[in-house]
Structure formats: structure tokens, C-alpha cells
């Protein structure tokens, strides 16, 4: 015990600048992030677990409605939600993931469960049924509405009908935690709703272990947000914890040769959080903007949402 | 152009022995076998390219009912089927994949068209939506029964109805393929019915890029079949390209590595085929028996099922 803990979250990547945001807004923002640090801060700082500390960091930021996880989730093209989660353990290299669910109130609750289950991976009315079984709430598909995803959503409808939709609203909403615990072991979390007017059944990265989430006590814990289908072909969080595994090098380091270097050149937009087994935090990110923020183990808080 | 070329396939890990084998059956597996490779080996020959060759090496073994992929798929706890595929190209890391889809006659297929849109990991109804939409084969859920997967179906649900399947017959059916053609760029190809009586939606590894499918023209083409949970959480196949790439190992040492020790330890079984651009073949399991086989360019064909 008494390692030195810290706590690092996202709220997804993109084109986000000071002159689309107003100042009530990213108050807002800054609001839910600050919150989002606090709870999963003092679940460290009394001994509790980086598992505990991820995903309650997470649930606070599905259940605002700012962020594109949880209740703030993105249209599909059928006017529905679909949403993905992910969860692992370094120690144990457990994990846990739903994708296409569409009555879970929290996904990253019900990756938690599916982590410590026989499974790693359900999917679709499956994962919903899992989760209702298992007694986890459920949703109407309306408690994910809001007039702004609405008018999101038919924007890209009109623009772009049958494509994914990154140029109407070039924001990758995601969100995301990643934590260090007293002992030294190491979770890492993801949860979202993909992209606005997504079809076909169409997953991201998110909900993909190696991907879009990882955890190895040995090298660190990731947390990514960006264009899923080029986060899917880097396996971008498990590239950057074999760059600290078998080339030895740092956690800031390897973060930075995959998003900055190699999903550059796959053409590939967003960014990555990341925490060491010291403590060490890094927030990398290749777009103009990334709501993010980090606590250590005095439980100072930093927030921040450009570059 | 003319460079080395070669091609490897598999049909599936587990407990496969001579015991439980009889003499034809042991004819009708190399016979499929062999047919896959030489129809593999013909597009190599002729200067084709790696793509066209797994792709066409995989579309015959989910073809034949021997193999637990395409026709040959396994029941799921409802009594339907629902099948995954991913292809992926060495040259562009560009991917393709399909997850829990019940009306797609060859996975295989549809994943390289996947490949080529903007999409990388389609799902569900929308998957089969997909395919249907862009000319692929579609079957009714009945194309996919046989007497012999209705029995081993039966038994899964009589002795572990809420189970995954892996004890009744330890098994691992998935077939795919890995090559490197005369340009020498790589490219793997896997598909599977998955686990018998799987619920909830149930993913594995074989429709994951970076688990049970990677190919990169720097390091290796590799396709997996083993317990997909297992080797969703040791992020199989790209381990092994990044032990190549950040480490320096060689196909066999990096597939020995993750297969013989990581995998072991975390309790995975099952194997790998993967080749290198070098036209090096590499076929490593940790299970009894894996239907595997491989063709060099000289068109010399081997095939195997036992340890």
C-alpha cells in the first residue's frame, strides 16, 4: 500500500475551440470534469481500488448529459442509441466490454460486471438482456434524448446521410478514465455513443479491449477517444504499452509516437490519456481540443479543454 | 514482384487426438484442407495478391460443414447461429470485420468489402444489413444445420445451459488464413461460428483486430483460433507483430512467447499460424491438436492435425 495514486479522465477529442464554446458552457463542462476527478480522488486517497475509482469516474460522466457516453449518447441513423463500454485490470488483465446496447443506463457498470463474469465481449440485445438480468437499470431509449442531439443528428442526416458522420460535428465524444491505486495496480475505462448517424451496427474502438481501452500493471493504463476506425486498425492503446514494454520506453513517450506519429500517418484524429505505475500522467492528443483533466495524490485537480 | 511467397491456414485448436478421430473423417479434413491451400497458392502463383489468397482460402473452408466457421457454424444458446470474420491488409493496415451476423453466407467475403469503405467493425442486424445492401449472398438461418452441430448443441445445453461451451467438446472451431504474396505484402484473414451455446450476444477474438486477426508488411501476418476470451485479454496477434517490431524477435519466437508462456499463464488455449515477409511460416499451438496446414512456392502442401 501508500504508492503514489493519481486519477486521469476524458471527455472526448476533436475540433473543440474557444470560439464555438460559450462561457456558461464550458463552465459546465469544467463542472462535471472537476466532479468526475473529486469522486474517483477520494475513492483512491481512502485505499480504494483503480477499478472503483474508473469506473465511478466514468458513471459521473455517463450521466451527464455534456458527453456523448452514457445519457448524453449520439443518434444512429434509425433516430436510436447504441453504446459501447470497456473496462480492464492490469493486474489481472481482466476485462470486460458491451457494444450496441441500447437499454443500459451505465455501460461502464455493466463492463465491470461482464469483466468478473465468463465473458469479455457482449454485444447488442444480448448485452442488454445481460445487464437486465443481472439487475442493472434500465432505460427507455428516450432517457437518452436531448434537443441538441436531435438537431445534431439531423444536421448530419441532411448533410451526409449515409456516412459516419465526422465533419458535421468533428468531435469524437467519448469519455474515459484511467487510475493508479495505493498498490500500485492499474484500471483503465472507456465508455460512448459513437458517431452521430452511425449505421450498419458499427462499432468504434471503445469497446474494444487493446484498442480503445488497456490496462497492464506492468507498463500502464489507457483510455483513448478519437476516429474509432483508425483507433481500431493502430490498436492504439495496446501499441503504446508495448512501446513501454519491449522498447523500454517512457509512458509520454510511447503516447506520443502513436498519436502523434503513427495515427498521423494512418490519418487517424484524437488523443489518449494514460497513468504509469508511479503515478506518472500523460493527456496526448493530435486534435484541436480534448476535455480532460487530472488529479494527483494531494488531490489537486486539473482541468483543462484546448490545446 | 517475385518475391517469396507463401500461405498458411488453419481450422481450429482444442482437443483434437487420433482417438477421437476416425479414418474418414481424418480423410475429409485433409481433403478440405489441401483444397484451401492450393486454391490459395494458385492466386499466389499467378502474382495475385495476399488478400485475394486468404480471402479465397477461407471462403473454402467456411464453405465445407467440417469447420466451425460459415456452414459449419456452431448453435448459439436461441438455437440460431451468428458468425464472425476480419480480414486485414498488411500493406495499408487497413481492416475489416464482421460481428453476430446470422445471414451472411461467407463472413470472409463481406469483411474485405467492409475493408474497403470507410467502416471497419459492423454488427448484428446491420451487419447482415450490409452485406445485403451491397450484393453479398444471403442464407436463411437453416443453411447453417447439420444432425452433427444440432447434437453437440443438445449436449452444451443439457450439461452447462447458461455456460459458454469449452468442456463439452473442447474445441475451438475457427478457421483462417495468413500470406505473403510475390510483392511481398501480408495480409490474415479468420472466421468463426464462435463458442457452442453462446448467449448475451458473445463475442471472441475472431472478428477483433489486434486479437484474433493483424497483419503488418513491417512484421508478420497473424490469424489466432483458441478461447476468445483468453486471447481478447492477451490482445493476441498484435503482441505478437509488436514482440517482431519492438523487440526484435522472430515470427516463431514472438508466436512461441505469446502462445507457449503469455497465454499460458493467463489461461488461454489455443494457436496461431502467421507468416513474415521474409515467406517464413510459423504454427504454434498449446493445444492437443489444431487442423493446420501450409504451401510454399513451390506448391509443396503440408498438412496436419495432431501435435
Not at 23 to 32: C, D, G, H, S, T
Not at 60 to 72: Q, R, T, V
Not at 200 to 214: E, K
Request: proline share 1%; net charge negative.
Amino acid at each position: 500500500m501508500n504508492k503514489k495514486f493519481a486519477l486521469a479522465i476524458h471527455g472526448g477529442a476533436g475540433t473543440i475551440t474557444r470560439a464555438n464554446m460559450s462561457e456558461e458552457k464550458e463552465i459546465a463542462y469544467r463542472a462535471v470534469l472537476e466532479l468526475s476527478l473529486k469522486e474517483g480522488h477520494k475513492i483512491l486517497n481512502e485505499g480504494g481500488s483503480s477499478l472503483d475509482a474508473v469506473e465511478r469516474a466514468v458513471i459521473i460522466l455517463e450521466d451527464s448529459d455534456l458527453f456523448n457516453a452514457g445519457k448524453g449518447s449520439v443518434f444512429n441513423s434509425d433516430g436510436n442509441h447504441e453504446l459501447e463500454a470497456s473496462i480492464m485490470c492490469g493486474e489481472t488483465l481482466k476485462a470486460g466490454a458491451v457494444g450496441g446496447a441500447a437499454s443500459i443506463k451505465n455501460p461502464i457498470a455493466v463492463s465491470r460486471k461482464i469483466m468478473n463474469s465468463e465473458y469479455v465481449y457482449l454485444t447488442g440485445k444480448g448485452a442488454d438482456e445481460y445487464a437486465e438480468e443481472h439487475g442493472f437499470e434500465q432505460v427507455p431509449n428516450s432517457y437518452f434524448y436531448s434537443d441538441f442531439r436531435f438537431e445534431q443528428w439531423k444536421a448530419a442526416q441532411g448533410s451526409e446521410k449515409m456516412k459516419l458522420d465526422h465533419s458535421v460535428d468533428k468531435k469524437f465524444g467519448t469519455v474515459g478514465a484511467v487510475a493508479v491505486d495505493q498498490a500500485g495496480h492499474l484500471a483503465a475505462a472507456t465508455s460512448t455513443g459513437g458517431l452521430v448517424n452511425k449505421k450498419y451496427g458499427r462499432l468504434g474502438d471503445s469497446s474494444v479491449i487493446g484498442a480503445g481501452v488497456y490496462a497492464n500493471d506492468t507498463t500502464c493504463a489507457i483510455s483513448c477517444t478519437g476516429y474509432g476506425e483508425f483507433f481500431l486498425r493502430g490498436v492504439v492503446a495496446h501499441d503504446i504499452s508495448c512501446l513501454m514494454e519491449y522498447k523500454g520506453l517512457s509512458l509520454e513517450e510511447a503516447a506520443q509516437i502513436v498519436i502523434n506519429e503513427k495515427q498521423i500517418k494512418l490519418g487517424g484524429e484524437g488523443g489518449i490519456i494514460g497513468v504509469d505505475g508511479l503515478g506518472n500522467v500523460s493527456l496526448v492528443f493530435n486534435s484541436e481540443g480534448m476535455y480532460r483533466g487530472s488529479i494527483n495524490q494531494e488531490g489537486n485537480a486539473e482541468v483543462a479543454i484546448y490545446s
